[in-house]
């Protein structure tokens, strides 16, 4: 055990994520079992520069973890992208003899907690929390299983209404340069064409799809599109398509924040619990400057800067089997 950790933050950071809570009662009740004193940072690096900080107990964490967004609450912080922000926040953790953080987020957080670790030597633990699912080291990020299942029940309901009218929809999900929530979002909710970025849009192809889809006289569908793909967005794919397809009505409609919101799912519970218990158990083994990850259903620990900076591949099998699935 690592001697000298006593007292951890533990703070939220970037975009929400369903389940951040569940992640912050297991670090703070982790902590507590192993006689730590644990410290809720409130708005993430902002209120670290600012002070927020506050002693948090087993008690205090009680009916939070089947509650969406973050106790805590986040923030994108610019403060902490600068020197001066950075020295304020070392500040801070040394009035509150803080000997270690757990900053759960996502790409930006861990950026900065790198950058915080190298400079002023504080042992910085990552938690994966983003919907996006894009962090190298881990099979998923807390928020991703409640993203999708709020897609697909979104894409349910466009369903509906698609089949109704005959229409053709082109729905944009999250997910900023990633394709896991358009790719999973698109297989459960039975699209017929899934757009992502690590897939580069092949228009022909597009259009030889829907071609077929209306010699089968296929009279409506659903094609989903993630926000980062590269040959244009949602809107642009879609117009190019009322231009040149003239059977179909088509349609756009954007699902946007419904994906963060939202009660967590069972799965995302059990992963934030797994890691922010992994996050703690890892600190106190000397593990710092790594994200705290389940890979093949294990608790791993991944440095930082391979989280951010390695790609985390596009499932190319699944993509092959949602083609095949399609027709
Ligand atoms: O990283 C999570 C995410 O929801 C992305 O999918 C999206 O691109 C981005 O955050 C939106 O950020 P904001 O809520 O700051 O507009």
Known sequence: MGKDIKHIGVLCSG???????AAIRAVVRTGAHFDLHVHGVYRGYDGLIDGEVQRVESRDVA?????????????????????EGRK???????????????????????TGA??????????????????DNDLYGTDFTIGFDTAINTAVEAIDRIRD???????????????RHN??????????????????????TDVDELMAVLQKMVKRKKLFG???????????????????VKKNLIEYEVKVAVIGHLQRGGAPTALDRVLAARMGHGAVKGLLEGHSNVMCGVHNNLVVYTPLEDAINKK???DKDLMEMAEILAI
């Open 114 to 131: 790198k950058i915080f670790e190298k400079e002023f030597g504080i042992p910085m633990m990552g938690v994966p929390g983003t919907i």
């Open 222 to 240: 659903l094609i989903v599109v993630a926000e980062g793909n590269e040959n244009g967005s949602c809107q642009e794919v879609a117009d190019m």
């Open 88 to 110: 304020s926040a070392y500040e801070t953790i040394m009035a509150h003899d803080l000997d270690a953080i757990v900053a759960i987020g996502g790409n930006g957080t861990f």
């Open 15 to 21: 975009g929400d994520a369903p389940g951040m809570n």
């Open 312 to 314: 985390k591949k596009i």
């Open 161 to 175: 209404t698609a089949d109704s009218h005959n229409r053709l929809f082109f729905i944009e999900v999250m997910g």
């Open 179 to 200: 394709g896991s929530i358009a790719l999973y979002a698109g297989i459960g909710g039975g699209a017929g064409g899934i757009l992502i970025p690590e897939r580069a």
């Open 63 to 83: 009916n939070i973890m089947h509650k969406g967004g973050t106790v805590l609450k986040t923030a994108r912080s610019a403060r902490f992208r600068t020197k």
